[in-house]
């Protein structure tokens, strides 16, 4: 009866699709109905089979240009040049496929990486599966920032309001209720269709239909998945390219006239003319930056960072600044509470083994009285986790029971509600011993900006309200205290007594959240904030210690070396936070703390000139947070920064790096981010800042490998030309080299270890040339030192033996073995060989071989040497050979090492 859930009644769905709602499908059944309907997603594009990308490769100009050359070569009868060409062109069209199969096959990977999920019950257990793998009948949880897996008939709704603007157009979120009889106007309040997003509240729904078959299958748009942009880089590189290609036609042309006004026969300067430009123009170079930043993501979701968009990557190499959340980003979100002061002055100390229900609880002052009793109810009672060990479990209004657990304590849900539901058991205090799940009447959830939580429940006296959040929010709601037995005012006296333990608590760098109680006239109508969260009785508060992550410190100190500013931000008490962020070394001298209020009063130009000064900013809300990283970007700043909840979505998109949190984040932050961090750590967003440093690096590696090689080409034939030499290397010899030795060790110059100093060193600035860094001199000097070399050796043979073939057999020599030691020194721009360790990059020495190998085969076999017009060379000229282009390596690492004396001596004198 597709279309007519919303007709039905949620126990009349939920009985047509066999499933119970508190217990959800059996895996079995689920199982069962996934092999019959199939997976619940949409068809995506499919990747590019082979033959098409190996087809691809032959849309480059430069291949066109060759194409055309072996069309030319074979209407003139040059049968073995056409030939040459041809195979020369076909190999350089498998080592292209062979780079794009490794750049898609990492992005399809990726998508993988980050393919949805939803949370289900299945067995009565609360999961999180691949959205992918839902089926008809299955109970799906949804909360604020989810994004609705597929389409459901809801069963229960607290607050709960869905933007479904990606199918009906119209942005203001609409508000959910299961009870909404499904016809009319209000046929689809009792639904939640496949792509819209939870933007408040929580629900709970059992799925009506999948994949193809929900609403959003129907239109048939696809969502939105890991983006396949280009990077900055890869469009300055195009831009490059395209210049680089200008200038070398004419240099081209050039040669050509110059030559055949010298005599030379018009087909042999056209035949050099074109291999010159092929020689001249990297077009190998967008092709490897593509496989570098494919592999360096790989690289990064191993180390736990995801990348969404390629353009992350690189400017995560220039991040000055990162804003994590404190909670589960700094600290490990593994609340445990440890002490309890209630309003009457009673104070208890709190220890135990993890989540283990039975602890100790050390009574220091007072007794248990009725304060006690009912911050200890409100714990239990307002609160949405789950404590469970084998088929016990107690939860919270939307969670059911667990069954068939291992041994051993969990919490599932939300760690500071997992932490009091934890003390309130120690104290002996269980929640479904205290109500039945049907005595709940409504939930008033938590949200960031409220910073506190209500659950309004039926107790036998009439309805009841049980509020926690934070001691300063809480306060402002109270007008009364309970103190022992008795109910007084809340005077202003109390207040800051209270205010005073507080700050005691979170000195400590303790997590505090304060308990209030109202009991309710019946019968008030709709449960809102504004007339339930009022006037209510103060109990106490609960302080909870959530260990910093043991890796963040280190992290820290590495950023402040690497020159980029670490932020803490967080909801929590400015006190608390300044404990946490002093114990991981995060505060420094003139290091300063703005709150939420404070940072409302000031404007955005007072705020930007503030905003260098402050590392912690504490109490504020997710809106905050944009309002942050502009003023940051403001003064410059190329900002990194966290999220989780739905909220903070927006900083998330504005910030230059934005990095959601792969376990506790939600959908829509998600989906905004460029980065997600598969373990919510911090020290993974430096490790991520760290990976981009290197991708960069390795990138300017290979640029400066491939130009000063082509620079080197270009010269030798560009100078004898203009000496009134012959030419020094034949067509298909510069062919060969280029389109075949060069590239492997380029490619793999790519997967380059980074260098040991590459968190030394200040940020990159995001608009720096690639050249930066006297990287153009250096390549400019390399080519002139390899062309240099390689005349030379041509002009000593040709007027020692008069032989041209051999002349020129030890010019191609000399120059792919100059490129093939130059690789070494690419490897760094200030370390030499011996210090980065000649065998740390095993792909290189691979590469190298490889195209040694290949090198050798062109000069020994009589087929090949023939291709090529080659002769053997004997023992000694290898001798001369080997001896010249050694020397590129040899003068690269006495140049790195007197540059590094003199770097020391300039430290040493500034000293
Ligand atoms: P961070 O911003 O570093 O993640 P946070 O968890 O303290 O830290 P929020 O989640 O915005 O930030 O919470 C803000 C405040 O709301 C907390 O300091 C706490 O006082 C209160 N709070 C947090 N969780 C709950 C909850 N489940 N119920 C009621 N109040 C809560």
């Not at 602890?359 to 002052?365: A, D, E, N, S, W």
């Not at 073939?805 to 010019?811: E, F, G, I, Y």
Request: charged letters at 20%; a neutral charge.
């Amino acid at each position: 009866m597709p279309g007519q859930w919303h007709t039905l009644t949620g126990g009349e769905v939920a009985r047509l699709l066999a499933v119970d709602p508190a217990q959800g499908l059996g895996e079995k059944e689920a199982e069962a109905r996934y092999r019959e309907v199939g997976p619940n997603d949409l068809p995506r594009q499919q990747g590019v089979p082979l033959w098409q990308m190996f087809f691809h490769q032959f849309r480059d100009f430069m291949v066109l240009v060759l194409l055309a050359a072996t069309a030319i070569s074979g209407l003139l009868g040059e049968y073995a040049d056409a030939v040459t060409i041809l195979l020369i062109v076909v190999l350089n069209a498998a080592l292209g496929v062979l780079q794009e199969y490794r750049a898609e096959k990492s992005l399809a990977a990726l998508q993988k990486l980050t393919a949805p999920e939803a949370r289900v019950l299945r067995g009565g257990m609360e999961k999180k599966i691949l959205a992918a793998r839902l089926v008809p009948g299955d109970i799906v949880l949804l909360e604020a920032g989810d994004r609705v897996p597929a389409d459901l008939r809801l069963l229960q709704a607290a607050q709960l309001e869905v933007e479904e603007s990606i199918l009906s157009g119209e942005s203001m979120p609409v508000r959910k209720d299961p009870a909404v009889a499904g016809s009319g106007a209000g046929e689809h309040r009792n639904m939640a269709f496949m792509g819209t997003m939870v933007t408040r509240g929580r629900g709970r729904g059992v799925v009506v239909a999948t994949g193809l078959a929900t609403a959003m299958g129907q239109i048939a748009r696809l969502l939105a998945g890991t983006q396949q942009e280009s990077t900055p880089l890869q469009r300055r590189l195009a831009q490059l390219g395209g210049y680089l290609v200008a200038f070398c036609l004419l240099i081209c042309a050039a040669v050509v006239v110059l030559g055949v006004y010298r005599g030379a026969p018009l087909y042999n300067m056209f035949l050099a003319g074109v291999s010159l430009a092929v020689a001249a123009i990297p077009e190998g170079l967008p092709a490897i930056v593509t496989v570098v930043l494919a592999v360096g993501v790989q690289r990064m979701a191993r180390r736990q960072a995801i990348v969404r968009r390629l353009p992350a990557v690189e400017t995560l190499g220039c991040a000055t600044v990162i804003c994590a959340d404190k909670t589960g980003t700094i600290t490990q979100n593994k609340m445990q509470v440890r002490q309890v002061v209630t309003a009457g002055g009673t104070r208890a100390e709190i220890t135990g083994q993890g989540y283990e229900p039975r602890g100790r609880v050390k009574l220091l002052q007072g007794r248990e009285g009725r304060d006690w009793q009912l911050l200890m109810q409100a714990a239990a009672i307002c609160n949405n986790a789950l404590l469970k060990k084998g088929g016990l479990s107690i939860g919270g209004f939307f969670r059911s029971r667990a069954a068939g657990m291992a041994d051993g304590w969990q919490v599932q849900g939300d760690p500071t509600e997992g932490a009091l539901l934890v003390m309130a058991a120690r104290c002996g205090y269980w929640r479904e011993k205290l109500l039945q799940p049907e005595d709940v009447l409504a939930e008033l959830p938590f949200e960031s900006e409220r910073k506190r939580m209500t659950v309004l429940v039926r107790e036998k006296t009439g309805p009841v309200a049980y509020t926690k959040g934070a001691p300063d929010v809480l306060l402002e709601l109270c007008t009364q205290v309970c103190r022992g037995e008795q109910i007084v005012p809340l005077t202003d006296e109390i207040r800051k007594e209270i205010i005073q333990q507080h700050s005691e608590m979170a000195a400590a760098a303790l997590r505090v959240l304060a308990f209030a109680w109202r009991p309710l006239p019946s019968g008030e109508g709709e449960y809102s904030p504004d007339t339930v969260e009022r006037e209510m009785v103060f109990l106490g508060l609960a302080g909870m210690y959530d260990p910093p992550r043991p890796q963040v410190s280190g992290a820290v100190a590495l950023c402040r070396r690497a020159g980029i500013k670490t932020v803490m931000i967080t909801g929590d008490h400015s006190l608390t936070a300044q404990a946490v962020a002093q114990e991981i070394g995060l505060l420094g001298r003139g290091d300063q703390i703005l709150t939420g209020q404070e940072l409302d009063r000031l404007s955005d130009q007072e705020l930007s000139a503030r905003a260098d000064k402050v590392s912690l900013y504490a109490r504020v809300s997710p809106q905050h947070k944009l309002r942050i990283v502009r003023a940051l970007q403001e003064n410059g700043h190329v900002v990194a920064m966290t999220g989780d909840g739905v909220n903070d979505a927006p900083a998330v998109k504005k910030a230059d790096i934005g990095i959601a949190m792969g376990q506790s984040g939600t959908d829509v932050t998600r989906e905004a981010a460029g980065m997600v961090l598969a373990d919510d750590d911090f020290s993974t967003i430096v490790a991520a800042v760290e990976e981009g440093r290197g991708i960069y690096d390795n990138i300017r590696k290979f640029i400066r490998y491939l130009l000063s090689c082509n620079v080197g080409e270009v010269l030798v034939m560009f100078v004898a030309v203009l000496a009134g030499l012959p030419l020094p290397l034949l067509p298909m010899q510069i062919l060969w080299m280029n389109l075949v030795t060069d590239g492997l060790p380029a490619m793999a110059l790519g997967m380059d270890p980074y260098d040991r100093d590459i968190m030394y060193r200040p940020p990159r600035r995001p608009r720096e040339s690639i050249f930066a860094g006297g990287l153009g001199w250096r390549i400019l000097g390399s080519g002139m030192l390899i062309a240099a070399g390689t005349l030379l050796i041509f002009v000593l043979a040709w007027y020692q033996t008069h032989q041209l073939d051999l002349a020129r057999t030890m010019a191609f020599n000399t120059l792919v073995f100059f490129q093939l030691f130059y690789v070494f020194s690419c490897r760094s721009e200030h370390h030499s060989i011996w210090e980065v360790g000649l065998t740390s990059n095993p792909y290189l020495l691979l590469a190298v071989g490889v195209s040694t190998a290949l090198q050798l085969l062109v000069n020994y076999v009589p087929l090949l040497q023939r291709l090529f017009h080659v002769v053997p060379l004997p023992a000694a000229q290898w001798g001369l050979i080997l001896l010249v282009t050694a020397l590129s390596l040899l003068l690269g690492t006495v140049y790195k090492m007197l540059q590094k004396r003199l770097r020391e001596k300039i430290m040493y004198l500034r000293v």
